[in-house]
């Protein structure tokens, strides 16, 4: 069973950024993808941004253009780098890997961002 361990998360003003990156603590070769989810308070969790084996990317339409993920394959590892943080992207940031048999959840990095 493959762990995955976030950071980069932390409090911020409204207009700054921030990078969170994922790492999983053993190497696969068969990822599906890899991304990050959300969960504000109160609220259900929500895709953020994942890229797919085939390079595809797929992006909430509320962080378009603000928000970039990459990722290293051969390392099993995400990055998401944020600019132009709002207040309402203040949620728990999850990574996310998927497979063919399973997919594995970080424990989640902090994001609040004041206006």
């Known amino acids: 069973q493959v762990q995955l361990v976030e950071s980069g998360g932390g409090l911020v003003q409204a207009g700054e950024s921030l990078r969170l990156s994922c790492a999983a603590s053993?190497?696969?070769?068969?990822?599906?993808?890899m991304g990050w989810y959300r969960q504000a308070p109160g609220k259900q969790r929500e895709l953020v941004g994942r890229?797919?084996?085939?390079?595809?990317?797929d992006y909430a339409d509320s962080v378009k253009g603000r928000f970039t993920i990459s990722g290293d394959s051969a390392k099993n590892t995400v990055y998401l780098p944020m600019n132009s943080l709002k207040p309402e992207d203040t949620a728990l940031y999850y990574c996310?890997?998927?497979?063919?048999?399973?997919?594995?959840w970080g424990q989640g990095t902090q994001v609040t961002v004041s206006s």
């Open positions: 996310n890997l998927g497979t063919a048999f399973y997919s594995s």
């Open positions: 053993k190497i696969i070769f068969s990822v599906n993808d």
């Open positions: 890229i797919n084996s085939g390079g595809i990317i």
